[in-house]
């Protein structure tokens, strides 16, 4: 077992077999050997790494369409004192699955996670538009209720997996209303914050000491001054008083950059609360791209100033 995941023998995901979680987390070589715990709900996840169950829970966390995975985002805001420690993003293609021989026009009831049904809204109107939607745990969940309480009369909104995995036939296949569809899923565990990779994310969550005029402009500029760019920004109910809100930002750097934790001092003096919930390396196509230019940047101006302090005149001592 290598050391990257000496700490994570046990990691608690969504299960069950066959979610979009669980491909994800396979595909993450380290991950996939250790002990795989899967979980009925994200809340689940999350609380088997509080009570030492896992020593880290692998959970969706935004979708490139219907936005924040709620579930996840909250329970990192409000509960258990997590750390993000990776993402990854995964390419989401759903399929209606039935049993064998079921027809599109016998279909009365879609079963699904609610956020897989509102990625396919649209096509669901069209493909079997009379039909209720009914909410699941998870989308293989979905496909496992059609498969073993044998529903004629209903199909599963899940992954291409779950059909192999449950015996189950592909009605209408890729049927999410807009190409580009991705999940991006992040692994939390207690504690630890990686090591800065040179493409990072930081993601906080940043507390008003009162609703007053200008809050989130004094926030936004405390990044601004520092010419730091912010890849995500959304607010989320205190769960305080209707009406109250905090703010949840992803900046670029990672905390150990001068700029940003002098950044991340300043908001901790100025606001009501913050929250760290890690720094973590940037995932997707273009990262280890961008990850490998930001190396050569910072080599070669190395060399340019070793090479322009080679220029200082000593005067001679006398």
């Not at 996840?45 to 979708?63: Q, T, W, Y």
């Not at 490139?64 to 995964?90: C, K, N, W, Y």
């Not at 049993?99 to 809204?121: D, F, I, K, M, W």
């Not at 769960?239 to 940003?260: N, P, R, T, W």
Request: some cysteine; proline content about 5%.
């Amino acid at each position: 077992m290598s050391d990257r995941l000496s700490h994570w023998e046990r990691i608690a995901y969504l299960g069950p077999e066959g979610t979009f979680t669980e491909e994800a987390l396979l595909g993450e070589a380290d991950l996939a050997s250790a002990d795989l715990m899967a979980t009925a709900t994200i809340e689940d996840a999350i609380a088997a790494v509080a009570s030492g169950d896992a020593d880290a829970a692998f959970v969706p966390f935004e979708n490139s369409i219907e936005g924040p995975i709620s579930a996840t985002v909250d329970r990192l805001i409000f509960g258990e004192d997590l750390l993000v420690q990776r993402e990854v993003v995964l390419d989401i293609h759903l399929h209606l699955l039935g049993l064998a021989g079921t027809a599109l026009g016998e279909v009365r009831q879609v079963l699904s996670y609610p956020p897989a049904l509102a990625q396919c809204r649209d096509a669901l109107l069209d493909l079997v538009p009379g039909a209720s939607r009914v909410a699941t745990s998870s989308t293989a969940d979905a496909a496992r209720v059609v498969s073993e309480e044998r529903l004629r009369d209903a199909a599963a909104v899940a992954p291409l997996v779950s059909a192999k995995l449950y015996g189950l036939e592909v009605l209408a296949p890729e049927i999410e209303d807009h190409d580009g569809n991705q999940t991006r899923f992040v692994l939390v565990a207690k504690d630890r914050v990686p090591p800065p990779s040179g493409n990072d994310r930081t993601l906080l969550v940043c507390f008003q000491q009162e609703d007053r005029p200008g809050s989130l402009v004094e926030i936004l500029g405390t990044f601004a001054a520092r010419r730091l760019n912010l890849s995500r920004l959304v607010s989320r109910p205190t769960k305080q008083a209707l009406g109250e809100y905090c703010f949840v930002i992803e900046a670029e750097g990672h905390v150990s950059d001068q700029m940003l934790g002098d950044c991340l001092a300043e908001l901790h003096r100025i606001l009501g609360g913050l929250r760290f919930l890690g720094s973590y390396p940037v995932s997707g196509a273009h990262a280890e791209v961008r990850r490998a230019e930001v190396d050569l940047r910072r080599r070669s101006a190395e060399e340019w100033l070793t090479e322009v302090r080679t220029r200082i005149w000593e005067e001679p001592s006398i």
